[in-house]
């Protein structure tokens, strides 16, 4: 049984440590600096017709967040765990009354607060800016945050898995850079382009759950349930089946469990066989 006080003293530890880390805070202030500017310049999407005003806003601040917050996550979590292995800490850790268990739930805990407080701090003052200056409905833009945390914890979450499959911090990077590419770009091409060559006579329930296989398009999915002043410029989202709420947010959240499970299960394994590295 995993005791919350070994937990949070390892989340702590590496709260402290990721908030130091130069890279977040850049990204995290360019995602402040793009966000604001959506807000002053209240531009639409590239290629987007039917999306005027807080929608249009909205949608733009959507899909920034589809490119970003995957990345900033993906490649913050690169190296979780595997560097500190590389450099004996990991070892140091262990000698103290901490287990396996603890150390990695910790270690998960602490990553997903630090990438939390740097979306927040992104994101919460641009929504300031735009209930003071535009017509986004604020409520709409909570939501909005709160599924752009969802999102970031789900590749933070596959991060960990890339980061102990690579066994290496360098490659864990570039591993990482990749999978963003197939999510964020290369997946929604692959099913534009099944639709062409079926000539769009794929059914929509097995179009839809093709969406459910990558964890950008479910966020979409959500979005365009509970953000409806943004849903026009959701891409294939707008020809997805209408799927109940609670079965979207159901798969995103598994979008982050079960890729934590298989790295914590990785992890044991090769911690007790000392090949983690």
Do not use: C
């Not at 003293?9 to 793009?34: C, D, G, Q």
């Not at 000698?95 to 992104?122: D, Q, R």
């Amino acid at each position: 049984m995993k005791r919350p006080d070994a937990v949070w003293a390892i989340a702590r530890k590496e709260l402290s440590e990721r908030l130091r880390n130069r890279w977040i805070w850049t990204v995290s202030v360019l995602v402040l600096a793009a966000t604001i500017a959506i807000a002053f310049f209240s531009a639409t999407p590239v290629g987007v017709v039917g999306a005027h005003g807080g929608g249009a806003i909205l949608a733009s601040i959507l899909n920034l967040a589809v490119y970003l917050v995957p990345l900033l996550a993906l490649v913050m979590g690169a190296g979780a765990i595997i560097d500190e292995k590389r450099r004996g800490l990991l070892d140091l850790v262990l000698t103290y009354p901490v287990s396996s268990g603890e150390y990695f739930l910790g270690t998960f805990i602490g990553y997903a607060l630090a990438l939390g407080i740097a979306l927040v701090t992104s994101f919460v003052p641009t929504g300031i800016v735009l209930s003071a200056t535009t017509g986004v409905d604020i409520q709409q833009y909570a939501l909005l945050v709160v599924l752009v945390l969802a999102l970031g914890t789900s590749f933070l979450a596959l991060s960990f898995l890339i980061s102990i499959l690579s066994r290496d911090p360098a490659r864990g990077v570039a591993t990482s850079v990749l999978v963003w590419i197939l999510a964020v770009f290369v997946f929604d091409l692959v099913l534009v382009g099944i639709l062409v060559g079926f000539g769009g006579q794929i059914p929509e329930t097995a179009f839809g759950v093709m969406l459910l296989l990558n964890p950008t398009d479910v966020f979409r999915l959500i979005a365009f349930t509970w953000v409806g002043s943004a849903a026009s410029p959701l891409g294939l989202a707008t020809v997805s089946p209408p799927f109940p709420a609670a079965m979207l947010v159901s798969v995103l959240v598994l979008w982050a469990v079960v890729p934590l499970w298989l790295s914590h299960r990785l992890f044991q394994k090769r911690l007790a066989m000392d090949k983690l590295i």
